[in-house]
């Protein structure tokens, strides 16, 4: 099998846990946070930098490498790994998401028809063609092709969609032509249905696959229907292998999952948000283009320990954003990064010690505030930083 997976810890009193994940490209420990990287690249993240930020595996998207520049051309220059530069484990995705939320698609058995966004030109993915794209990119883990529904979904609909996915996953399994070096994850939808969810997930257990992704989240559903997609659906996967829950990026979401049994997460906020000047600190974010920060010299987090905090403070970043420098959202980014992979080491270590539960909510009431919860909006309808001990606003 490509990648094996083995737990290590159970919490005591939640169903979150702390396994060992190894691929062909490393071994990594769960939870864990997987920074996304679209078009093979991180962006304004040079690999190494992304590394020394903590990442241990980057996600990149089968979409868009498929259209540009050809998964044929990233197989001619050595695959995923050696043409991004990365050596550590790659998760692809499938595509399906992307697609499924292209206006124009035509859904058929065989898979979705689209226009190529640049010039229009017509293209297909489906099960087999998705399936072959992967193995040319070469990642260590893969995604079976889904219908990836928007919420809300009918019922009516969302059954059928169901169904599909469960076709197309087999055909997946039947396309795949590298098992021995690339593991293919299967994924679980059905909305907010929860015998769907559970009709999903149990026929993709028999399929024996290596690791299972739960998706159809993150499509507007909201903080509480994301915990019950989970609910409905990691009862019924195998607990001997990997758990992922796909585009779940918020922090305090991360924590429910984790709490929920959950393994592996990717999103785009940390590295979109800072590119954009918005910043994760432990009490709160931090949008270091507000005025208040022009001649603040403290680090964008006293108490983070990444390069970008061990060297520069919130003026010169609020300078670098000012001027619209290239090097403020390279700083930014790795600080993000670094923030979420904390966050995840964080929870591993909670987890070793049978104190998930005290970790979480000590975590909420220094990043959400006292007496907010996750879900609901702090005073004024946002969250912001606040300043620790010392630090001036």
Not at 360 to 387: I, M, N, Q, S, T
Request: hydrophobic share 40%; with cysteine; aromatic share 8%.
């Amino acid at each position: 099998m490509a990648v094996s997976f083995a737990l290590l810890r159970r919490d005591a009193r939640t169903r979150a846990r702390h396994g060992r994940l190894a691929t062909p490209h490393g071994t990594v420990e769960t939870p864990l946070f997987m920074p996304v990287g679209t078009q093979a690249a991180l962006k304004t993240l040079h690999p190494d930098l992304a590394a020394g930020a903590g990442a241990r595996i980057v996600l990149a998207n089968t979409y868009h490498l498929f259209l540009q520049p050809g998964t044929a051309i990233v197989k001619r220059c050595g695959g995923l790994h050696a043409f991004m530069g990365w050596n550590g484990p790659i998760l692809t995705d499938s595509g399906g998401f992307q697609v499924f939320s292209l206006p124009g698609r035509v859904i058929t058995e065989e898979g979705v028809q689209f226009a190529f966004e640049k010039g229009g030109a017509p293209a297909f993915l489906g099960p087999e063609v998705s399936t072959a794209a992967q193995n040319d990119l070469g990642a260590d883990i893969i995604m079976a092709f889904d219908e990836c529904i928007p919420f809300p979904a009918e019922r009516g609909y969302t059954a059928e969609s169901v169904e599909r996915t469960l076709r197309w996953a087999r055909r997946c399994v039947d396309a795949h032509r590298r098992p021995h070096d690339q593991a293919l994850f299967g994924i679980v939808q059905g909305s907010v249905y929860p015998d769907l969810r559970q009709r999903c997930a149990e026929a993709l257990a028999d399929l024996d696959l290596p690791g299972y992704a739960i998706g159809g989240v993150s499509v507007g559903e909201g903080h509480d229907l994301m915990k019950r997609a989970v609910e409905y659906s990691e009862p019924f996967l195998p607990e001997g292998r990997p758990r992922y829950l796909m585009g779940v990026g918020r922090p305090e979401d991360i924590l429910e999952a984790v709490e929920r049994g959950i393994d592996l997460f990717d999103c785009i906020l940390p590295t979109k948000l800072a590119r954009g000047g918005t910043l994760f600190t432990g009490t709160g974010k931090l949008r270091i283009q507000r005025k208040e920060y022009r001649k603040d010299r403290y680090a964008v987090d006293t108490a983070c320990s990444c390069a970008t905090c061990r060297t520069f403070s919130r003026a010169y970043l609020h300078h670098l954003f000012e001027v619209d420098e290239p090097l403020g959202k390279t700083l930014a980014s790795i600080h993000n990064v670094h923030f979420y992979m904390t966050l995840v080491a964080e929870a591993r270590d909670a987890i070793a010690g049978d104190r998930f539960p005290e970790f979480k909510a000590d975590f909420y009431r220094r990043y959400l505030g006292a007496g907010v919860v996750p879900g609901e909006r702090g005073p004024g309808g946002r969250r912001e930083h606040r300043p620790g001990p010392g630090e001036s606003k």
